[in-house]
């Protein structure tokens, strides 16, 4: 098996459950009223380009706020009622994109037929 660092997107539910997860390494956990852990293979949010997607209400305006902490084994994501430090629970789904390290196969190259 061969070792490889790539990203991998999930949307994380209230529940602490995700959706969508593009690694089914990835681990989700609700701790507490508005604390969610994701772990697994998780190095820590996406090093390149986007990290959070956040629901907007019909004004466009964030729904949550948030803050991360990368710990052994993952990440903390800590939500927050909009413009204050009071600790709630998503609403609807956080999309996040994270920096992964995963396990793949092996593989030999296919050589074809007049292949040099």
Same mark, same amino acid.
């Given at each position: 098996?061969?070792?490889?660092?790539?990203?991998?997107?999930?949307?994380?539910?209230? &529940? %602490? #459950? @995700?959706? /969508?997860?593009?690694?089914?390494?990835?681990?989700?956990?609700?701790?507490?009223? *508005?604390?969610?852990?994701? +772990? +697994?293979?998780?190095? +820590?949010?996406?090093?390149? +380009?986007?990290?959070?997607? !956040?629901?907007? &209400?019909? @004004?466009? /305006?964030?729904? !949550?706020?948030?803050?991360?902490?990368?710990? /052994? %084994?993952?990440? !903390?994501?800590? #939500?927050?009622?909009?413009?204050?430090?009071?600790?709630?629970?998503?609403?609807?789904?956080?999309?996040?994109?994270?920096?992964?390290?995963?396990?793949?196969? /092996?593989?030999?190259? !296919?050589?074809?037929? *007049?292949?040099?």
């Amino acid at each position: 098996m061969a070792t490889i660092q790539k990203t991998a997107a999930l949307n994380l539910l209230s &529940d %602490g #459950t @995700n959706k /969508d997860s593009t690694e089914p390494q990835m681990t989700t956990t609700r701790q507490e009223l *508005g604390v969610y852990k994701v +772990g +697994g293979v998780v190095l +820590g949010l996406a090093s390149e +380009g986007w990290t959070t997607s !956040i629901k907007e &209400d019909a @004004n466009g /305006d964030k729904t !949550i706020s948030l803050s991360t902490e990368k710990v /052994d %084994g993952g990440v !903390i994501v800590r #939500t927050f009622e909009r413009g204050t430090q009071t600790p709630c629970d998503i609403v609807g789904a956080l999309t996040l994109r994270f920096d992964v390290e995963v396990e793949v196969p /092996d593989y030999e190259p !296919i050589q074809t037929e *007049g292949a040099a």
